[in-house]
């Protein structure tokens, strides 16, 4: 019989089928981080369980740590709780641990697939929305709540429907400055922040074959910004170069073995999914958002939208969300003006997103009066720009080059836009309040937020 590449991955960890209820799945990795995890580990303390295979549970700090003196104690008291309490839960529960100072340390959606801990073929779960990004290479990678943190680490399962499936196949050739971002924003924007509710998304098609990995992170990790349980991506000849040799990655026979396994980890030809949608690489330009929704999103060249444009019950939404923004209905959004660009968080962090725009932005400086914040994903990622003198092109354009967090992608740090305040964000959120009080942000690709760190105000990358 014919699978998709989820039903595959799913019916291999299926421990058993409630009859009328939801699956016990096995689930391969568990990552878990400072924000989501202490109350689980307190109801493993309260119900006197262990946790039942600790090996398979990777721990980092990111989401509260500062990303400038990472040396120093964290100032704020809440954020210092939480570090400190994720160091004790870990030596207490004997977990691996990546907390700052360590050369692992990083955003947890980053250094999964960096260090070969993220496979194809793997069930991956944590207690973060953004943990669709490990679909990327192949696995069944979702967010979990934090009663859901606690069922895993005491059994290493979780109680799971079964999602339908869709496809989204995005066929063609890029454009000049068009980027994984702009194609996952496109897409977002053409079915909405709920369009794939109760799916999980398969992404497919000649133009998601040709992307990095890295970029192909992106695109999954975005997938619930449209209301999806994740999203993936069949691994290939790319997936596999990327994972060869990397410190967790298979080695030797144990390699061959699993490369075997992984080549057949991908959709039959005449598999059924309950939808399917068609997309093509051309018709998508540098993509910004207007709204305060990942759906609110158009073309650079393009105005934010009339109301006639639009149905009557996306109408109350609209308003209150171009109220908050302070923005014009019909109004172009290019010439929009910035006061702070943050390239950074788990959706564009990586060495590739920094690549991009230290090539754009070398030899030139910033806009007078905007402040840039780059913030690596990783220990790893900030090693290797400083290797490649990365570090010297961004201090040169008036760039400011931090250490790994999550930073000002979530108002949970010391990394906050101040109120009122336009911040062009490569994160994935553009929720009222999501990068502090009352702050606004306009999301978009790491080539159209240094666009605007270099003109001060919203631009068509493809005209520098």
Known sequence: MSKTLFEKIWEKHVVRQLDGGPAVLYIDRHFIHEVTSPQAFKGLEQRGLPVFRPKQVVATADHNVPTVDQHLPIKEALSRIQVEQLHENCAKYGIELYGLGHPFQGIVHVIGPELGVTQPGMTIVCGDSHTS?????????FGI??????????????????????????????????????????????????GATGYFVEYAGSAIRKLSMEARMTICNMSIEMGARGGMIAPDETTFAYLQGRDFAPKGEAWDAQLAYWKTLYSD???RFD???????????PMVTYGTNPGMGIAVTAAVPAEETL??????????????????????????????VFIGSCTNSRIEDLRQVAALVAGKQKAPGVEVWVVPGSKQVEEQARREGLDKIF?????????????????????????GKYCIS?????????????????????LTAAAAALTGEVSDVRNL
């Open 395 to 419: 201090e040169a354009a008036g760039f400011n080059l931090r250490q790994p967090g999550c930073s000002a992608c979530l108002g949970m740090n010391e990394d906050k836009i101040p109120a």
């Open 275 to 285: 939808l399917e949608l068609h997309f093509k690489a051309e018709d998508i330009e």
């Open 145 to 194: 709540g934090t009663s859901e943190v606690e069922m895993v680490l005491a059994t290493q399962c979780l109680l799971q429907s079964k999602p339908k499936t869709m496809r989204i196949n995005v066929e063609g050739d890029l454009g000049t400055g068009v980027t994984a971002k702009d194609i996952i924003l496109y897409v977002i924007a053409q079915i909405s922040a709920s």
């Open 269 to 271: 030809t005449d598999a």
């Open 133 to 141: 990004t490990h679909g990327a290479f192949g696995a069944i990678a």
């Open 311 to 340: 149905a009557e019950k996306d109408l109350p939404a609209y308003r209150k969300a171009l109220e908050y923004m302070g923005l014009q209905a019909g109004k172009a959004i290019q010439g929009q003006k910035i006061d702070y």
């Open 426 to 446: 490569t994160s994935n959120r553009n929720f009222e309040g999501r990068q502090g009080p009352n702050a606004r942000t306009l999301l978009a690709s790491p």
